[in-house]
């Protein structure tokens, strides 16, 4: 058999159920079974995985197993399974992971074809978060030098590797560290890689964290004095291969956020205190030489605080900084158009420390929707607004509707309903400055201010309890079809409402109960749902062919937001054939016409000179007769 094309990796130790599933998502990949083989390193294990392994290994050809003393780290078991590789690529899979099926055989294909050393698949997080952004989409050809994708997004080794590159620049793990080891080699690989192919098509890898809580980092890592001394050969390595610049501040920043001050998160404050004094005098040389404005700017106001303590004192500041951090997080104090997280240290007198230390333009809002309903004649909306940590009584909210493809908006007041909630009643007589409001998709914002700063968001219904919405009514103020629908919007599912014009799938407003002929009058009798009130309201008949048209001033009495009307229309000297029944609602420019429904079950009653009748799509039309036809109506009788 020829050389495989792709050597498998495990590092192994003490994790006898997970590597089962682990070896057999290599054995069941697409990719044919001659082209790969599968190294697993047993680095000291003690729980039956090394007999795990063994058996395994008799019953699949392609698997064989290494067998070594406990090396301290999973660095030594990668490089013996390195050196014994004889596959054109390596992939490194940790024990406790699997793969997806197609996964080798895709990786494989990409390397092959855009010629790249280094393929990075996309990650499946289980139990624990993977980097979202760096897989929005498959970039065939990137390089370390690209911003985007950002590669340093993810400097794990869990990766497929050309051997040929690795083995040529001498890329090997730095040996007895419990963690960390994987980053000088993956960044190595980066730099030394001609290109690098990142597949976001499949879920390729999927990254799995013990649900026992004994994997390294879960354990906290390595101890300073063997993490940080890799670390900083890693900046090195990074300052050594770029140029002074964006590209070098934005490698090294990563640094300084995921590997340096990693190790003053919410662990720091357990470790004993040999540990914490370690963790700090390593920081503080790392900062010494590596950090700059640019590079500090771009950090969280939690590591501003802890370089400036550790590099201008006082160092108590990093201990009162860091047992905050590890509870809950601090307020955000807001001065004008700039916002402060008020960590110790924050304008205290006597410290000195720089506003801009803890300066931070995240600020988040929360906007949800909770409520919508028509309440005596207005629409009222129910949202949450506010900007998290940030003192309530500091902020004002308000509610903007603005026209949908139009520079037009108006404002509506957003007030306390006695919880957390806050509601803007939108009075459609008012909201446009007393005119009529257009017709047209409307689209709500909230709206919170705090000083100088501003910030709103899209109305999205809270998941639980799930907001109902209520269904179109008539708003006699509206400037065309005087209805008014709020709906979800398709895909994003926010809250906006349609001015003028019935929706699709909605009732009909109009609905006529009752429609009789009698002695050549029509007399009618309905209702309408109003968003309250009492609107004018006019009866039309008008002819289907003609056009001509006959109206009738209605009888109106309000209950809630149901209009109850009445009235009657002379059909006298009316063209025979058929005349369509529609209400005109409201007055003036205001004034709009709506079709009327005859619901199954309404009273359609006919007599001399007419008779009503539901047309196919539901409304109500009246047929006019002649002399001839009321003589056919008579001998058909």
Same mark, same amino acid.
């Given at each position: 058999?020829?050389?495989?094309?792709?050597?498998?990796?495990?590092?192994?130790?003490?994790?006898? @159920?997970?590597?089962?599933?682990?070896?057999?998502?290599?054995?069941?990949?697409?990719?044919?079974?001659?082209?790969?083989?599968?190294?697993?390193?047993?680095?000291?294990?003690?729980?039956?995985?090394?007999?795990?392994?063994?058996?395994?290994?008799?019953?699949?050809?392609?698997?064989?197993?290494?067998? !070594?003393?406990?090396?301290?780290?999973?660095?030594?078991?990668?490089?013996?399974?390195?050196?014994?590789?004889?596959?054109?690529? +390596?992939?490194?899979?940790?024990?406790?992971?699997?793969?997806? %099926?197609?996964?080798?055989?895709?990786?494989?294909?990409?390397?092959?074809?855009?010629?790249?050393?280094?393929?990075?698949?996309?990650?499946?997080?289980?139990?624990?978060?993977?980097?979202?952004?760096?897989?929005?989409?498959?970039?065939?050809?990137?390089?370390?030098?690209?911003?985007?994708?950002?590669?340093?997004?993810?400097?794990?080794?869990?990766?497929?590797?050309? $051997?040929?590159?690795?083995?040529?620049?001498?890329?090997?793990?730095?040996?007895?560290?419990?963690?960390? @080891?994987?980053?000088?080699?993956?960044?190595?690989?980066?730099?030394?890689?001609?290109?690098?192919?990142?597949?976001?098509?499949?879920?390729?890898?999927?990254?799995?964290?013990?649900?026992?809580?004994?994997?390294?980092? !879960?354990?906290?890592?390595?101890?300073?004095?063997?993490?940080?001394?890799?670390?900083?050969?890693?900046?090195?390595?990074?300052?050594?291969?770029?140029? %002074?610049?964006?590209?070098?501040?934005?490698?090294?920043?990563?640094?300084?956020?995921?590997?340096?001050?990693?190790?003053?998160?919410?662990?720091?404050?357990?470790?004993?205190?040999? @540990?914490?004094?370690?963790?700090?005098?390593?920081?503080?040389?790392?900062?010494? @030489?590596?950090?700059?404005?640019?590079?500090?700017?771009?950090?969280?106001?939690?590591?501003?605080?802890?370089?400036?303590?550790?590099?201008?004192?006082?160092?108590?500041?990093?201990? #009162?900084?860091?047992?905050?951090?590890?509870?809950?997080?601090?307020?955000? +104090?807001?001065?004008?158009?700039?916002?402060?997280?008020?960590?110790?240290?924050?304008?205290?007198?006597?410290?000195?420390?720089?506003?801009?230390?803890?300066?931070?333009?995240?600020?988040?809002?929360?906007?949800?929707?909770?409520?919508?309903?028509?309440?005596?004649? $207005?629409?009222?909306?129910?949202?949450?607004?506010?900007?998290?940590?940030?003192?309530?009584?500091?902020?004002?909210?308000?509610?903007?509707?603005?026209?949908?493809?139009?520079?037009?908006?108006? #404002? +509506?007041?957003?007030?306390?309903?006695?919880?957390?909630?806050?509601?803007?009643?939108?009075?459609?007589?008012?909201?446009?400055?007393?005119?009529?409001?257009?017709?047209?998709?409307?689209?709500?914002?909230?709206?919170?201010?705090?000083?100088?700063?501003?910030?709103?968001?899209?109305?999205?219904?809270?998941?639980?309890?799930?907001?109902?919405?209520?269904?179109?009514?008539?708003?006699?103020?509206?400037?065309?079809?005087?209805?008014?629908?709020?709906?979800?919007?398709?895909?994003?599912?926010?809250?906006?409402?349609?001015?003028?014009?019935?929706?699709?799938?909605?009732? %009909?407003?109009?609905?006529?109960?009752?429609?009789?002929?009698?002695?050549?009058?029509?007399?009618?009798?309905?209702?309408?749902?109003?968003?309250?009130?009492?609107?004018?309201?006019?009866?039309?008949?008008?002819?289907?062919?003609?056009?001509?048209?006959?109206?009738?001033?209605?009888?109106?009495?309000?209950?809630?937001?149901?209009?109850?009307?009445?009235?009657?229309?002379?059909?006298?000297?009316?063209?025979?054939?058929?005349?369509?029944?529609?209400?005109?609602?409201?007055?003036?420019?205001?004034?709009?016409?709506?079709?009327?429904?005859?619901?199954?079950?309404?009273?359609?009653?006919?007599?001399?000179?007419?008779?009503?009748?539901?047309?196919?799509?539901?409304?109500?039309?009246?047929?006019?007769?002649?002399?001839?036809?009321?003589?056919?109506?008579?001998? $058909?009788?």
């Amino acid at each position: 058999m020829g050389a495989p094309k792709v050597s498998v990796i495990l590092p192994v130790h003490n994790c006898r @159920e997970s590597v089962v599933r682990a070896i057999g998502s290599v054995v069941d990949q697409t990719l044919a079974a001659e082209l790969i083989e599968i190294i697993a390193v047993d680095d000291g294990s003690t729980d039956g995985t090394s007999e795990t392994l063994d058996r395994l290994a008799a019953e699949h050809p392609t698997l064989s197993v290494v067998h !070594q003393p406990p090396s301290g780290g999973p660095g030594r078991p990668r490089n013996v399974g390195l050196d014994r590789a004889e596959g054109e690529y +390596v992939f490194f899979l940790d024990a406790d992971d699997h793969l997806g %099926p197609e996964a080798l055989e895709r990786m494989v294909v990409a390397a092959d074809q855009n010629s790249t050393d280094v393929v990075v698949p996309k990650y499946v997080g289980v139990g624990r978060k993977v980097n979202p952004h760096l897989f929005k989409k498959t970039v065939p050809f990137t390089t370390i030098y690209d911003a985007v994708p950002n590669l340093y997004g993810s400097i794990t080794v869990l990766k497929l590797y050309r $051997r040929k590159m690795l083995d040529e620049a001498g890329i090997r793990f730095p040996e007895g560290l419990l963690s960390g @080891e994987d980053q000088i080699f993956a960044v190595r690989a980066y730099f030394e890689a001609a290109g690098v192919s990142v597949l976001s098509d499949y879920d390729y890898y999927y990254w799995v964290d013990r649900d026992d809580g004994t994997s390294a980092l !879960q354990l906290g890592g390595a101890p300073a004095k063997g993490y940080f001394p890799q670390i900083a050969d890693l900046m090195e390595y990074v300052t050594a291969h770029t140029e %002074p610049g964006e590209t070098r501040d934005r490698l090294l920043r990563r640094h300084f956020a995921i590997e340096v001050f990693s190790r003053f998160d919410p662990r720091y404050v357990h470790f004993d205190e040999g @540990e914490r004094a370690d963790t700090k005098a390593a920081a503080r040389e790392i900062l010494a @030489e590596y950090a700059n404005p640019q590079i500090m700017k771009a950090l969280s106001p939690y590591m501003r605080v802890v370089a400036h303590a550790l590099k201008n004192g006082p160092e108590e500041l990093v201990e #009162r900084a860091a047992h905050v951090h590890a509870e809950d997080p601090p307020p955000i +104090v807001v001065d004008g158009d700039r916002a402060f997280v008020a960590y110790p240290g924050f304008r205290e007198a006597g410290l000195d420390v720089p506003d801009e230390v803890f300066e931070t333009t995240r600020l988040h809002e929360r906007v949800a929707l909770t409520g919508v309903e028509w309440r005596d004649g $207005r629409l009222a909306v129910s949202i949450t607004a506010r900007i998290d940590r940030v003192d309530p009584a500091e902020q004002r909210a308000e509610l903007i509707l603005r026209l949908r493809d139009e520079n037009v908006e108006h #404002r +509506v007041p957003l007030l306390p309903d006695g919880t957390a909630e806050l509601t803007a009643d939108i009075d459609f007589a008012t909201v446009a400055g007393g005119g009529p409001l257009p017709a047209g998709r409307w689209d709500p914002y909230a709206v919170v201010r705090v000083g100088k700063i501003v910030r709103e968001g899209k109305l999205t219904p809270t998941p639980k309890p799930k907001v109902a919405l209520p269904g179109t009514r008539i708003v006699p103020v509206l400037n065309g079809t005087p209805c008014v629908t709020p709906y979800l919007t398709k895909g994003t599912g926010v809250l906006a409402f349609n001015a003028g014009g019935e929706a699709p799938g909605q009732d %009909p407003l109009i609905q006529v109960t009752r429609a009789t002929v009698e002695a050549r009058v029509l007399r009618l009798a309905g209702t309408a749902a109003t968003s309250g009130g009492t609107v004018p309201m006019r009866a039309l008949l008008r002819h289907r062919d003609s056009k001509e048209t006959k109206t009738a001033d209605l009888a109106v009495e309000a209950s809630g937001d149901t209009l109850a009307f009445s009235g009657e229309l002379s059909l006298q000297g009316a063209a025979t054939g058929s005349w369509d029944v529609s209400c005109e609602v409201g007055e003036g420019s205001a004034a709009g016409e709506l079709r009327a429904a005859a619901p199954k079950g309404a009273t359609l009653s006919g007599g001399r000179g007419g008779r009503p009748f539901r047309t196919v799509k539901g409304n109500l039309s009246v047929e006019v007769l002649g002399v001839l036809g009321r003589l056919r109506r008579a001998f $058909r009788g």
